[in-house]
């Protein structure tokens, strides 16, 4: 086993190994920036994609990667349609009728077999080395982005049967997604940008997105891989649920630490956990602030299955000296340091 | 008015308070409808009824008993009575008040929330106010510039989110700056007194007839 497999599965165990295992989330844009290159181009050739976050892999050297170019691509497959800005990452120009989304066939729709292509590149050149991991949105999401969040948030409370079958063909469409990544080695991470706690609540959440997630995560664990779940915002309407989730891990944005611990005090199985470090401070924080942040985020988490994240995915134009820091301070956290 | 119409008028600025908390946008519009049917004040209905049900919703939202998509709901509420009563409530302004002077209305910049902006202004265009809306998430850079264009008397910034409140400052500041003779009053649930003044605007009102109270005051027409 790698050292950086090592060091994923003792923080999965919470064994307390040192130096703790820690990766900075990137995304295409990120990636992109990083080599001066055009990110409207990477959003659409699976090398170009590969190479590029192959290459931010090699600069940073965390210990496992995701493969992300941006948050609408299955949202174009399924029917809505996009504007690509040159050097920015892409916006919806069209959005679908909730009752007009597609079902989509991974190898064929939108970019999706762009993103299978770039998925099987990375895992080749580097899934014996580190965890890779695909990243895939939550059927909420998808349907949510495709048919514009607002109108569909509304739907939940004026039409909640027609948001039930927008989310249901997400959902099939999603399997299938899952099912050929997972045919290609792909550990898979679950991103819910729009079901997130903060926005749904726990009643929404529950009854409109929790069943296709728990769905799909056991679906990648009965595959035999690492699964894994990203919630975007607030987590604390809904830490209790995500706390018991069928995931190896749940990578979350913002939350009670101390709420977490009391709620895996109870002797029954939870994922570890993935995060948070802030966005704002990854993006401007000297060293200092960065190490002082960081040894409050480990201290209060040690001896619990913790992998240090950033807390979302690094944002475009974040200076690499920044990203360089939060992981060498991190290979250098010792607990009593 | 009457004892009577006063206790209807009451009753009515309560149901559709209850009404936009209920996220009961045919209800809202239906009694939006009576206090025209009726002539009731529009304003009145407004202020008491529409912007009221939406302060509780905002209550609820703050206690996490409503979430994302029942402040939606509530908005459209809102949003459908006030279509409704906006006409009458515009006539009511012009037949109590003459011209007042213009003023400029924003949201900071990283905020996206625009209904306490909107009921801000429907109340100070009652008021025979001119409005200029520069909408929302709006740099200090682009409201500056637009502030060179009219003869703007007062500029309004609004923000929902204590995590916008240092935009909201250097919004102040970068007015203050380049435009020193115009009034810069503020607003928002995050915004106190003692902040306004910190920041060196010329004031701030809790609420949308606050608002007005204090726009009328700087503009030397209370």
Same mark, same amino acid.
């Given at each position: 086993?790698?050292?950086a497999w090592e060091r994923f599965r003792a923080a999965l165990a919470g064994s307390g190994q040192?130096?703790i295992c820690?990766?900075?989330?990137?995304?295409?844009?990120?990636?992109?920036?990083?080599?001066?290159?055009?990110?409207?181009?990477?959003?659409?050739?699976?090398?170009?994609?590969?190479?590029?976050?192959?290459?931010?892999?090699?600069?940073?050297?965390?210990d496992f990667?995701?493969?992300?170019?941006?948050?609408?691509?299955?949202?174009?497959?399924?029917?809505?349609?996009?504007?690509?800005?040159?050097?920015?990452?892409?916006?919806?120009?069209?959005?679908?009728?909730?009752?007009?989304?597609?079902?989509?066939?991974?190898?064929?729709?939108?970019?999706?077999?762009?993103?299978?292509?770039?998925?099987?590149?990375?895992?080749?050149?580097?899934?014996?080395?580190?965890p890779?991991?695909?990243?895939?949105?939550?059927?909420?999401?998808?349907?949510?982005?495709?048919?514009?969040?607002?109108?569909?948030?509304?739907?939940?409370?004026?039409?909640?049967?027609?948001?039930?079958?927008?989310?249901?063909?997400?959902?099939?469409?999603?399997?299938?997604?899952?099912?050929?990544?997972?045919?290609?080695?792909?550990n898979?991470?679950?991103?819910?940008?729009?079901?997130?706690?903060?926005?749904?609540?726990?009643?929404?959440?529950?009854?409109?997105?929790?069943?296709?997630?728990?769905?799909?995560?056991?679906?990648?664990r009965?595959?035999?891989?690492l699964a894994g779940?990203?919630?975007?915002?607030?987590?604390?309407?809904?830490?209790?649920?995500?706390?018991?989730?069928?995931a190896h891990f749940v990578s979350?944005?913002?939350?009670?630490?101390?709420?977490?611990?009391?709620?895996?005090?109870?002797?029954?199985p939870h994922p570890a956990l993935m995060?948070?470090?802030?966005?704002?401070?990854?993006?401007?924080?000297?060293?200092?602030?960065?190490?002082?942040?960081?040894?409050?985020?480990?201290?209060?988490? %040690?001896?619990f299955p913790h992998i240090l994240?950033?807390?979302?995915?690094?944002?475009?134009?974040?200076?690499?000296?920044?990203?360089?820091?939060?992981?060498?301070?991190?290979?250098? %956290?010792?607990?009593?340091? | 008015?009457?004892?009577? =119409?006063?206790?209807?008028?009451?009753?009515?600025?309560?149901?559709?308070?209850?009404?936009?908390?209920?996220?009961?946008?045919? =209800?809202?519009?239906?009694?939006?409808?009576?206090?025209?049917?009726?002539?009731?004040?529009?304003?009145?209905?407004?202020?008491?009824?529409?912007?009221?049900?939406?302060?509780?919703?905002?209550?609820?939202?703050?206690?996490?008993?409503?979430?994302?998509?029942?402040?939606?709901?509530?908005?459209?509420?809102?949003?459908?009575?006030?279509?409704?009563?906006?006409?009458?409530?515009?006539?009511?302004?012009?037949?109590?008040?003459?011209? =007042?002077?213009?003023?400029?209305?924003?949201?900071?910049?990283?905020?996206?929330?625009?209904?306490?902006?909107?009921?801000?202004?429907?109340?100070?265009?009652?008021?025979?106010?001119?409005?200029?809306?520069?909408?929302?998430?709006?740099?200090?850079?682009?409201?500056?510039?637009?502030?060179?264009?009219?003869?703007?008397?007062?500029?309004?910034?609004?923000?929902?989110?204590?995590?916008?409140?240092?935009?909201?400052?250097?919004?102040?500041?970068?007015?203050?700056?380049?435009?020193?003779?115009?009034?810069?009053?503020?607003?928002?649930?995050?915004?106190?007194?003692?902040?306004?003044?910190?920041?060196?605007?010329?004031?701030?009102?809790?609420?949308?007839?606050?608002?007005?109270?204090?726009?009328?005051?700087?503009?030397?027409?209370?």
């Amino acid at each position: 086993m790698s050292p950086a497999w090592e060091r994923f599965r003792a923080a999965l165990a919470g064994s307390g190994q040192l130096p703790i295992c820690v990766a900075p989330l990137i995304a295409a844009d990120h990636a992109a920036f990083l080599q001066n290159k055009n990110l409207r181009s990477i959003l659409h050739s699976a090398d170009e994609l590969a190479d590029a976050l192959i290459n931010a892999q090699k600069r940073y050297n965390g210990d496992f990667m995701i493969v992300f170019a941006d948050v609408y691509v299955e949202a174009e497959a399924i029917g809505c349609r996009l504007e690509f800005p040159e050097d920015a990452p892409p916006h919806i120009e069209k959005t679908c009728s909730p009752d007009g989304l597609r079902a989509t066939i991974p190898q064929r729709d939108g970019r999706l077999p762009m993103m299978l292509a770039a998925a099987k590149r990375v895992i080749a050149e580097l899934g014996e080395l580190i965890p890779v991991f695909a990243s895939i949105k939550d059927p909420f999401s998808v349907a949510a982005l495709a048919c514009g969040a607002e109108e569909f948030f509304e739907l939940l409370i004026s039409q909640p049967a027609l948001a039930r079958r927008a989310i249901e063909v997400s959902h099939q469409n999603q399997l299938r997604y899952l099912e050929a990544l997972l045919e290609m080695g792909a550990n898979v991470i679950l991103g819910a940008p729009m079901a997130s706690g903060g926005i749904l609540g726990e009643k929404h959440f529950k009854t409109f997105a929790l069943e296709s997630i728990v769905e799909l995560l056991s679906h990648i664990r009965s595959a035999g891989r690492l699964a894994g779940l990203h919630i975007c915002g607030d987590s604390d309407p809904i830490l209790a649920t995500i706390s018991r989730i069928p995931a190896h891990f749940v990578s979350l944005e913002s939350f009670s630490v101390e709420r977490w611990k009391e709620l895996l005090s109870d002797g029954q199985p939870h994922p570890a956990l993935m995060g948070y470090f802030p966005m704002d401070l990854l993006n401007r924080g000297s060293v200092e602030q960065i190490e002082a942040e960081m040894s409050r985020e480990l201290k209060a988490l %040690w001896g619990f299955p913790h992998i240090l994240a950033t807390a979302c995915d690094v944002p475009q134009r974040c200076p690499e000296s920044q990203v360089q820091t939060f992981v060498k301070a991190a290979r250098r %956290w010792r607990p009593n340091g | 008015m009457t004892e009577i =119409r006063k206790y209807i008028a009451s009753e009515l600025h309560e149901q559709l308070a209850q009404a936009v908390l209920d996220l009961d946008v045919a =209800r809202a519009a239906e009694l939006a409808q009576l206090v025209l049917d009726y002539r009731y004040s529009a304003r009145d209905a407004i202020l008491n009824g529409l912007s009221e049900g939406m302060r509780r919703v905002g209550d609820r939202f703050c206690s996490h008993e409503f979430f994302v998509p029942e402040v939606l709901v509530a908005a459209r509420a809102m949003y459908r009575g006030l279509n409704l009563l906006k006409p009458r409530m515009l006539e009511e302004g012009e037949a109590s008040s003459g011209y =007042r002077g213009k003023i400029a209305i924003a949201v900071v910049e990283g905020d996206l929330h625009d209904i306490g902006k909107n009921v801000v202004k429907l109340m100070l265009e009652a008021e025979g106010f001119e409005l200029l809306d520069l909408g929302k998430n709006v740099p200090p850079t682009v409201i500056s510039e637009m502030l060179q264009k009219d003869n703007i008397q007062i500029l309004a910034l609004s923000t929902l989110m204590t995590s916008t409140l240092a935009g909201m400052k250097n919004t102040v500041a970068a007015v203050r700056s380049q435009h020193p003779q115009i009034k810069v009053i503020v607003g928002g649930a995050p915004v106190s007194a003692s902040f306004a003044n910190d920041i060196g605007a010329d004031g701030t009102a809790g609420d949308a007839s606050g608002a007005v109270r204090l726009a009328l005051t700087l503009a030397g027409q209370s």
